[in-house]
């Protein structure tokens, strides 16, 4: 029988590499044995529905296992250049702190006198909350019984599922801090690049000096790239990429595009930019406790359709001096 570490790092490395190796194995036959194993039946043997109901807390455990091990690295690839992911036992309640950077005031000091304002070295605390969120999804029992749930892309589309819930729920954080931000960092109306470039030194300014990118959609990128004046070697990435990598000295990063649940809408705004600090991580994701993986009202239905519901009970923040605008563009 696997351990859980072997299972972790099974999923993880599949997510990694579909066509992994593992032991003389395909990475997807050696998930398939794992709860093959699981149920005490031999790999592509029809489930057996009594196994199933004896064992399948174990195929839940399994589950839970191999989505809290891909979920973080899932996070991590999508929205390492913004957000710090946490995993925590559940009732922890971690404090982050953060730095102010902004400078400290000098003033002249007349002589015999000590007539300065006081200005605090440390920047603040924050604690983020943390919420329950689940998806449900269900198999035709043949289907289920014939072996046909293909283990690892269900792990795989459950943990990139909340990935995109978290992604959604970050960018709907920045849109509706708007309003909050001083008038030197945010900007809207038609396109001008001379304002995108104050508004990054506005951030620098402020962040102590760091170098700034901006961020959004590809198709966001493209408008501030059209704007450019093209040499011929510009002219080739646009082709190439869709958008340039840098304009006016500002590197341009692509925020993935996703949809809105269950409609081909999209839920990023493709007219809106934001302005960060390069390597701040001004949004913290914290992941509390295991994953939650049961079978939901198996015995009440009459289609006898095997449902599953997934819960993560995770919060996220964006981080409360964050150091960032936003440019909304009208035209």
Request: no cysteine.
């Amino acid at each position: 029988m696997f351990e859980a570490n072997d299972l972790k790092k099974l999923s993880i490395d599949l997510y990694k590499n579909e066509n992994l190796v593992f032991n003389e194995t395909s990475g997807d036959d050696a998930m398939r044995k794992i709860f093959a194993e699981a149920l005490g039946q031999e790999v592509g043997e029809r489930i057996d529905f009594y196994n199933w109901e004896a064992n399948k807390t174990k195929v839940f455990q399994l589950l839970s296992v191999a989505v809290d091990a891909v979920l973080p690295v899932v996070l991590t690839n999508q929205l390492n250049t913004l957000a710090e992911v946490r995993n925590v036992g559940f009732g922890d309640r971690p404090v982050f702190e953060v730095e102010d950077e902004s400078l400290f005031r000098v003033g002249m000091v007349a002589n015999g006198t000590q007539d300065l304002k006081r200005q605090e070295i440390f920047g603040s605390k924050f604690t983020v909350d943390t919420d329950w969120f689940g998806a449900k999804t269900f198999a035709e029992l043949e289907r289920f019984l014939n072996g046909e749930i293909n283990w690892q892309k269900l792990i795989q589309r459950i943990a990139k599922s909340f990935e995109h819930k978290m992604q959604v729920q970050i960018y709907d954080a920045f849109m509706g801090s708007y309003d909050l931000l001083r008038a030197v960092r945010k900007n809207s109306g038609a396109y001008d690049e001379d304002k995108l470039i104050t508004m990054a030194q506005h951030i620098a300014t402020a962040s102590g000096g760091k170098n700034v990118a901006v961020y959004g959609t590809a198709s966001a990128l493209r408008k501030v790239s059209k704007a450019a004046n093209f040499s011929d070697g510009m002219k080739d990435e646009m082709n190439r990429v869709g958008y340039l990598g840098t304009v006016a000295g500002l590197d341009l990063i692509q925020l993935p595009q996703a949809y809105k649940a269950g409609k081909e809408e999209f839920a990023i705004d493709d007219n809106t930019l934001i302005v960060l600090p390069q390597g701040e991580k001004v949004v913290t994701i914290v992941l509390e406790g295991q994953s939650i993986v049961r079978e939901d009202n198996g015995d009440k239905r009459n289609d006898m359709q095997m449902e599953f519901v997934t819960m993560k009970k995770y919060g996220l923040q964006v981080a409360q001096l964050a150091v960032y605008g936003m440019y909304k563009i009208t035209a």
